[in-house]
T-cell receptor, first 116, second 115 residues
Framework: GAVVSQHPSRVICKSGTSVKIECRSL??????MFWYRQFPKQSLMLMAT?????????EQGVEKDKFLINHASLTLSTLTVTSAHPEDSSFYIC????????????FGDGTRLSIL | AQKITQTQPGMFVQEKEAVTLDCTYD???????LFWYKQPSSGEMIFLIY??????QNATEGRYSLNFQKARKSANLVISASQLGDSAMYFC????????????FGTGTRLTIIP
C-alpha cells in the first residue's frame, strides 16, 4: 500500500486562487520531504526541501513567496501555491523517505493543478 | 553538482524481448546512490531498483537489473521479458551525500511495448 499520501489529486480553479496541497507519510516519520514540479513530457524538477520544524530550502529560481511550504509535524508537509496563475498549472508531486542516500524516496501520487 | 543524462527520449520494443535503458551520471561525490523509477501515464512514481556506489554486484529486482559500470559512470536499466504493462516513462535518478538526499532526475525515456 501507499506509504506517502498526497491530496488532492486534481485541482481546477480560477486564476488568483490559492491552492494547498498536502503530503503525508503514513507509516513512518519524515523529517525531510521534497516537493517536485513536472511539466508535460518533462522530468521532475525539485522545487524545495521541506524541513520539519524549520524553514524550507528552495531551489534556485523558485519563488519562496509564491510556493509556501509548511512542515509542522513529522508526517505532514504542505505546499501552498499562492495567487495561482495559468503558468502555475503543472503536476506537483511530493516525496519522503527514511534517512540515508541508499533509501528510495516514496512518492505521493501527485496533484494535477489546472489554473483557468 | 550532480547530473543525470538519459539519451533515449523514446523506445519501442516487441513484447517478451529484453530492453536496455541508458543512463549516465556525473558527480564529484565518492558516495552516491542510483535509482530507477517508472512513471505510468497516471503519474505516480514507482521505485524499481537501487544501486549504491560501493556495491560490488549489480542490483537485481525480479525482471529488472541494473548494469552498473562505475568507471564509465553508467547505470543502465535492463528489463527482461518485457510486458505490455511495462509501457511508461522511466527515470534514472541519483542522490549523494553532497546532495543531502535530494534526487536529481534525468529527462526520462518513454518505453512503448508493442504486442
Amino acid at each position: 500500500g501507499a506509504v506517502v499520501s498526497q491530496h488532492p489529486s486534481r485541482v481546477i480553479c480560477k486564476s488568483g486562487t490559492s491552492v494547498k496541497i498536502e503530503c503525508r507519510s503514513l507509516d513512518f516519520q519524515a523529517t525531510t520531504m521534497f516537493w517536485y514540479r513536472q511539466f508535460p513530457k518533462q522530468s521532475l524538477m525539485l522545487m524545495a526541501t521541506s524541513n520539519e520544524g524549520s524553514k524550507a530550502t528552495y531551489e534556485q529560481g523558485v519563488e519562496k513567496d509564491k510556493f509556501l511550504i509548511n512542515h509542522a509535524s513529522l508526517t505532514l508537509s504542505t505546499l501552498t501555491v499562492t495567487s495561482a496563475h495559468p503558468e502555475d498549472s503543472s503536476f506537483y508531486i511530493c516525496s519522503a523517505g527514511d534517512r540515508g542516500i541508499s533509501q528510495p524516496q516514496h512518492f505521493g501520487d501527485g496533484t494535477r493543478l489546472s489554473i483557468l | 553538482a550532480q547530473k543525470i543524462t538519459q539519451t533515449q527520449p523514446g523506445m519501442f520494443v516487441q513484447e517478451k524481448e529484453a530492453v536496455t535503458l541508458d543512463c549516465t551520471y556525473d558527480t564529484s561525490d565518492p558516495s552516491y546512490g542510483l535509482f530507477w523509477y517508472k512513471q505510468p501515464s497516471s503519474g505516480e512514481m514507482i521505485f524499481l531498483i537501487y544501486q549504491g556506489s560501493y556495491d560490488q554486484q549489480n542490483a537485481t529486482e525480479g525482471r529488472y537489473s541494473l548494469n552498473f559500470q562505475k568507471a564509465r559512470k553508467s547505470a543502465n536499466l535492463v528489463i527482461s521479458a518485457s510486458q505490455l504493462g511495462d509501457s511508461a516513462m522511466y527515470f534514472c535518478a541519483m542522490t549523494s551525500n553532497f546532495g543531502n538526499e535530494k534526487l536529481t532526475f534525468g529527462t526520462g525515456t518513454r518505453l512503448t511495448i508493442i504486442p
